[in-house]
């Protein structure tokens, strides 16, 4: 039996004062202006939806400006004086400073995070378990 620990949530992060920064959630398509800045090819699930919604609405759409980078001050660069998006999980946001701000990717990009209970276990040790693994997703 799987036992739903909580939400995981891809966001989206740029300046607080960015123009999608007061939306509650983004949609893919509204990403297409912005230099999409990626620290991890962990979060390329963005990348390849945009690219197939993308393609599914105007096969001749100019192509998505994207970098890499690797290092965590030059990403910071790229959203403060350019204006950029990046993505990270929503457990991560604390880790960044106080002039960004993170705004949900649409519910495609939530994943669930859960326990595995077995009945052979005592439900001492499953709530055990599980408080673990709340730790160390926290």
């Known amino acids: 039996e799987l036992c739903k620990i909580r939400e995981i949530q891809t966001v989206a992060i740029m300046r607080k004062d960015h123009p999608l920064a007061q939306l509650p959630q ?11 800045v990626f620290f991890s090819d962990s979060i390329a699930q963005v990348r390849d939806l945009l690219e197939l919604e993308r393609k599914k609405e105007n096969a001749k759409a100019e192509p998505l400006k994207i970098t890499k980078v690797t290092d965590e001050r030059l990403m910071t660069k790229y959203l403060i004086e350019e204006n ?3 993505f990270t999980l929503d457990w991560a946001i604390a880790t960044y400073p106080d002039t960004l701000k993170c705004v949900p990717l649409d519910k495609r990009f939530v ?3 859960v326990a595995i209970y077995s009945s052979e276990l005592l439900p001492e040790t499953v709530m055990g378990y599980i408080n673990i693994v709340k730790t160390l997703i926290n």
């Open 26 to 36: 983004i949609p893919l398509n509204r990403l297409e202006n912005y230099l999409l």
């Open 84 to 86: 950029a998006v990046s």
């Open 111 to 113: 994943q669930q995070a």
